[in-house]
């Protein structure tokens, strides 16, 4: 065989590898679907009665897609509320977003197209990668992580325009549906995050983060309870994980 030929199969391997890693994070997007579509179909039915085109609602999902900030977004923006401080409570909603990175940084190699695959990390996104990467081959990770951001992501779009263009009629009928939808996501990021509740470690900081941030809610900062919550959430794991490195390397 020649050099040339070794090469193409081994391109070809590669390439094969990498088109079933995607398909897979595709396929492992599926579970999302009803969470998102329920909550973005919620959104494009509120963007419309706040007055914004069925266009301009799917625009907003598909360049802000942050699920509460654009809700808080819509809002703001109806009531008049000044640009600067629109965006200064979306970042401040969003600063979560701080810790996610670090979390999956260490299961990933350097790459050009990571800066634009964060526009994907949710909040479900995060909590699926978290359990998921750690069982994949390091060639598999990036392709994986586009197929189950990229289709979380249209699955946002496209509940969106489901609520923009329809969304009216289909609370009219199931008048319940309307109630249920924002309690979609919160109820799947905590069946994602449950896997978690295994290790003692994050028992312990996931317990800590809610219960400080329904003690911020309780005090009247409910739009600070989310992001403190999730950075002293951080900050309390690095520490109990390097106490326990410290541990074992003294035993």
């Known amino acids: ?17 990498w ?6 994070g595709a396929r492992d997007a599926i579970p999302l679907f009803g ?10 039915l509120v963007a419309i009665q706040a007055g914004f085109s069925s266009f301009e609602a799917i625009l907003i999902s598909t360049f802000i897609y942050a699920g ?10 109806a009531t008049g509320a000044p640009l600067w401080l629109i965006i200064a409570t979306t970042l401040l909603i969003n600063a979560r977003h701080i810790v996610y990175g670090p979390n999956l940084a260490p299961y990933f190699t350097p790459h050009r197209a990571w800066p634009w695959l964060m526009h994907g990390l949710t909040d479900q996104v995060f909590a699926m990668a978290l359990t998921q990467l750690e069982q994949l081959r390091e060639a598999q990770r990036l392709p994986w992580f586009i197929g189950l951001a990229l289709f979380a992501w249209l699955s946002w779009i496209a509940g969106t325009a489901l609520g923009a263009i329809g969304g009216s009629e289909l609370t009219k009928h199931w008048p319940l549906l309307a109630e249920a939808m924002p309690f979609a996501l919160p109820a799947l990021f905590l069946v994602l995050l449950a896997p978690r509740f295994n290790s003692g470690r994050w028992a312990l900081v996931l317990s800590g ?8 809610k309780v005090l009247g900062y409910p739009n600070a309870a989310i992001p403190l919550a999730a950075i002293s959430g951080a900050i309390c794991f690095q520490v109990m994980h390097r106490y326990q490195l410290r541990k074992g390397a003294e035993a």
């Open 19 to 24: 088109q079933a890693a995607f398909w897979q």
């Open 209 to 216: 983060t809610v219960v400080l941030a329904l003690i911020m």
């Open 68 to 77: 509460a900030s654009q809700f808080l977004f819509v809002a703001m923006f």
């Open 1 to 17: 065989m020649t050099r040339a030929r070794r090469y193409g199969v081994v391109s070809s391997e590669q390439r094969s590898e």
């Open 35 to 44: 969470g998102y579509i329920a909550v973005a179909l919620s959104f494009g």
